[in-house]
């Protein structure tokens, strides 16, 4: 009874070592290479998760090599000078992974070269490329939380929001510590390759585009605005933290990016190491004596996290000799005596937020995002940040008989003004950039608009080089 108990042990053991779930690792090699060959870049990738033999098997140099030779064939373009540098590499020695890191760097290669065709047609509405969205949407974004320990964390985005010339992207940080606690964010792009990955991430390059040291961010870092859950505050001119309140712990970080230069800032720099924009040459000085600077255009767009506000364009701006003071040029848009130059915003001036199961939002904020084009049609000052709607006790315009606000922006290169004018209940909601608007960055302008406010951009200064 002993000995028959012991056969049908043996016999259940050797059922086991036959079971369906080895039995593709007992195969032969050449057998699994061979099942392996019939399979495509993207589930190579998908296999070589399942376990360390797969992983080998699926890094196999033979299989990568016959995959980019597959790909170089598919491609409708004359490739006689690849295939030509595939067959000497392939009579070199090679390193082991080179073939499938030489298929990734190629296919990566001819998305950056479709990048450059689609970056040359450039909007005359706004000066940019005009499919910058279109390309964005291959690429994401990452936020690496580094604690005083040094751990790290890499963080997917929540959420994000592209809009006519920026996008709007947001981290929630309910698992995130007391900022306190937090030694560096680190903002990277990532571009990844179009591959049929189901459940995993696809292969890819990571690009550092910014890095934020929170212990002097934090010092320096403004109250921006609060509802009953939130307090906002302004970390960086483009970077809003939103505090739980009477907490130290974060709930979300929003980042608004300008799209110019944003494609090769997401995908040019390094891991380590950002894609450094290239110094342009400064315009040659063009003052004339009677006519002063002129040529200029400026695009304007306020939006919220989720919707467009109010979006003008504003040609032929210029500016008399006698109005550069002080390095600033003032370019008037929007003239206060011109109500058809005026312009109606489409909602409420508010800024929504949203964490897991809460929303809510803050009154009297928003996103500015400004373009200002030179006489030759270049970028010349371009912001994407957060700004504030303020109540003026003065009025600052004598055309209308109603509550006026402001909005105000400065860095150091420049400065903005708009005028908002509350309109009255027999108005739709809203609110109207009213006229008297500027622009200050050796260059201004102003401009005006209106909805149930009415607001004007009353004039936008820049320094000039």
Known sequence: MLAVKEKTSQGGNKLSRLSPQNFMERLPSEILNKILSYLDAGTLVCIGHVSKTFYQLASDEALWRNIYKRLLNKKSISMVGKML??????????????????????????????????????????GLPSRTVQMLRGITWELTVTDKSRNEAAYDLSWFQFFETSVVLCWNGNLWQDYHHISTLQ??????????????????????????????????????????????????????MGLWKDQRSIAFVIFTLHFHCLLERSTQGSSVCPYMEPVAKAPFDDIDPDYGLH???????????????MSGSFLQLFCRRDQIRDGLVKLTAIDETSFSQHTSLSGDVALPWRCEALQGEVKGRCFMTLTLLDEFNKPFWCISSPVSMKYQERPCSLFYAAEQFVIHYQDLDGQVMMNIVQEGEERPRGERVNSGSGVQHDSASAMSSGTGHRGRLQHTSRKWP
């Not at 067959?87 to 998305?111: I, N």
């Not at 591959?195 to 934090?218: F, N, Q, Y």
């Not at 921006?224 to 505050?233: A, C, M, N, S």
């Open 295 to 309: 040529g200029y255009q400026l695009h304007i767009v306020l939006h919220s996290s989720q919707c467009e506000l």
């Open 85 to 126: 540098e595939t067959t000497t590499l392939e009579a070199q020695a090679r390193s082991e992974g080179y073939w499938k890191l030489h298929y990734f760097k190629t296919r990566d290669a001819w998305a950056r070269r479709k990048w450059k065709t689609h970056l040359g047609v450039i909007s005359r509405h706004t």
């Open 187 to 240: 903002l990277h792009g990532v571009r990844r390759v179009a591959l049929d990955c189901p459940g995993l991430k696809a292969p890819g390059w990571r690009s550092l585009m910014e890095v934020i040291d929170m212990e002097s961010a934090t010092k320096s870092m403004q109250d921006y605005g609060q509802d009953h859950v939130i307090e906002l505050k302004l970390l960086k001119p483009h970077i809003v």
